[in-house]
């Protein structure tokens, strides 16, 4: 089965909550994280995944400090800033409508199929 296409604004949501529940974290760090907690769906190359970085940053989502990773290398860390939380909250709201909405109309199939009301 080939991985998931992301939806436009879907890896920003993705990155913001691995800082949010993760703390923080080397762009190498998130972008496995993604692909851990996503069973392998997703699948995040190094220019996708700061290119992504990049832009968060530039919104003023996240921020970043260069310190240490486990395998005694430089390497720049980033956190989700304040402004970053709420546009990770928003975005949250934004998904679970809208997933509600898609749950809602794949069950009218259902309806369809089953003879159901």
Do not use: C
């Not at 691995?18 to 760090?29: D, E, I, N, Q, R």
């Amino acid at each position: 089965m080939a991985k998931l296409d992301l939806l436009q604004g879907t890896l920003d949501l993705m990155v913001l909550q691995t800082l949010a529940s993760m703390g923080p974290l080397h762009g190498y760090g998130i972008a496995r994280r993604i692909e851990q907690v996503s069973g392998n769906e997703v699948m995040l190359n190094q220019g996708t995944i700061y290119a992504a970085l990049v832009r968060l940053e530039q919104r003023g989502w996240i921020a970043s400090s260069w310190g240490t990773s486990d395998n005694n290398r430089k390497a720049k860390f980033y956190t989700i800033t304040a402004a970053g939380k709420r546009q990770l909250a928003a975005d949250t709201r934004y998904w679970e409508r809208l997933t509600g909405v898609m749950d809602r109309l794949f069950d009218m199939g259902k309806d369809t199929e089953t003879g159901g009301a």
